[in-house]
């Protein structure tokens, strides 16, 4: 489209003449997202918060979520994996073509995956080997090495994270960046995450919630709302059914309640880590979220919204409803879109499967045509 400009007359370098006419006298540029001249690792954060307007009118509280989604990795996890990675380099623990080592079968494994090839460094990924193939396909190609185990607890020597560690230990110049309980993954939250959060709305923070896998987004964020408001802002934690966090608040401590299991992937959690057990003081009360309402909110928001989220995304706004309710009207609340549903939409937007889960009947009616898969 021609746009009403002021037709001015320009000289090109090679002398010949040209008229601008494509750009308007009161053309105001749009926002412009930064320039990371140190590539990948200066694009990870900065991502836009998102008002969400049907919930929002619904619940006469305004109701964010932030979306990390559009962190370049794909998820907040690129978060956490650009802290730690530079946490390690300025300790010394890794230097040029070295080895990151991670027990992860997920979006910190994707995160590290990237972050290492942008700096130089190998990659090598330990993850239970029930983890869909196409989890391993894209580590992959990203360029890591992906060494499938069986799946054992925690306390047995074998079980993928302590495999993890060995491995680190049996080469020079490689880090386990141990994401559970390294504290550089709650750091990232604590200098990014929580301060973007604030400023998007001028200090006016009243709720924040999301649910827990490291507990380092959680913990981080509340940390710093918590601190910049000092104590005002409410902060919640979500938990999924078959994680142990929610029993343990609710009985000061007490109970590890690990009944029931839940559709999403990157949450729920069974013990407490050390990135959660700096800041679990500050919470002012958790909530546990069914799938029947998780599940739900993923076709809403993306009927509603066009927003087309993971599991632990649609669980987290769940929450943010529940936390909304119980503050005063206009009050602001936030949350978090962790990751988009591409790595998800087999399973969750397949009828079949959520059939045999028992999450099809928990979609609305006029929602389930959006149930196309196989
Ligand atoms: C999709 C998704 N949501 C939420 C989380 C939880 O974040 P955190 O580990 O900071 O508690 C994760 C962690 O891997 C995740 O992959």
Redesign the pocket.
């Known amino acids: 489209m021609l746009l009403n400009t002021s037709r001015t007359i320009c000289r090109l370098s090679s002398g010949r003449r040209f008229v601008a006419q494509y750009i308007p006298n009161d053309f105001k540029p749009p926002f412009i997202p930064l320039t990371s001249e140190s590539g990948f690792a200066g694009a990870v954060g900065n991502t836009p918060l998102l008002k969400l307007n049907k919930l929002s009118q619904e619940t006469g509280r305004n109701i964010y979520a932030k979306a990390e989604f559009m962190n370049p990795g794909g998820?907040?996890?690129d978060r956490?994996a650009l802290f730690i990675v530079e946490d390690a380099e300025r300790k010394g623990l890794i230097a040029p073509g070295g080895t990151i080592v991670e027990g992860?079968a997920?979006?910190?494994g994707i995160g590290l995956a990237h972050i290492a090839r942008a700096k130089g460094y190998k990659c090598v990924i330990y993850m239970p080997n029930t983890q869909a193939p196409s989890k391993m396909d894209l580590l992959r190609l990203l360029g890591a090495e992906v060494n499938p185990v069986p799946v054992v607890p925690f306390t047995d020597p074998m079980n993928f994270n302590h495999q993890a560690k060995r491995h680190a230990e049996s080469l020079d110049n490689a880090v386990w960046t141990n994401?559970?309980d390294n504290l550089a993954?709650r750091q990232a939250?604590i200098e990014s995450t929580g301060p973007e959060i604030w400023a998007q709305l001028d200090g006016q923070v009243d709720g924040f919630t999301?649910?827990?896998?490291?507990?380092?987004?959680?913990a981080?964020v509340t940390r710093y709302l918590k601190d910049i408001s000092a104590g005002k802002t409410q902060c919640v934690l979500a938990d999924p059914p078959g994680s142990v966090v929610h029993s343990y608040i609710q009985s000061n401590g007490e109970a590890l309640d690990r009944s029931g299991g839940s559709f999403?992937?990157?949450?729920g959690q069974g013990r407490i880590t050390n990135?959660?057990a700096q800041d679990i003081g500050l919470i002012d009360y958790s909530i546990k979220i069914p799938d029947a309402e998780s599940i739900k909110m993923v076709y809403r928001l993306l009927d509603e919204e066009g927003l087309y989220v993971?599991?632990?995304?649609a669980l987290n706004v769940v929450a943010a409803v529940e936390v909304a309710k119980n503050l005063p009207e206009g009050s602001n609340v936030v949350t978090?879109l962790?990751?988009s549903a591409h790595k998800y939409a087999e399973r969750i937007f397949s009828k079949k499967w959520l059939i045999e889960k028992g999450l099809y009947e928990h979609i609305p009616k006029e929602l389930q045509k959006y149930a196309i898969l196989a």
């Open positions: 998820s907040i996890k956490a992860t997920g979006n910190t994401q559970f993954n939250h999301c649910s827990t896998g490291t507990g380092g987004t959680f981080g999403t992937e990157g949450i990135n959660l993971g599991g632990t995304g978090l962790a990751d």
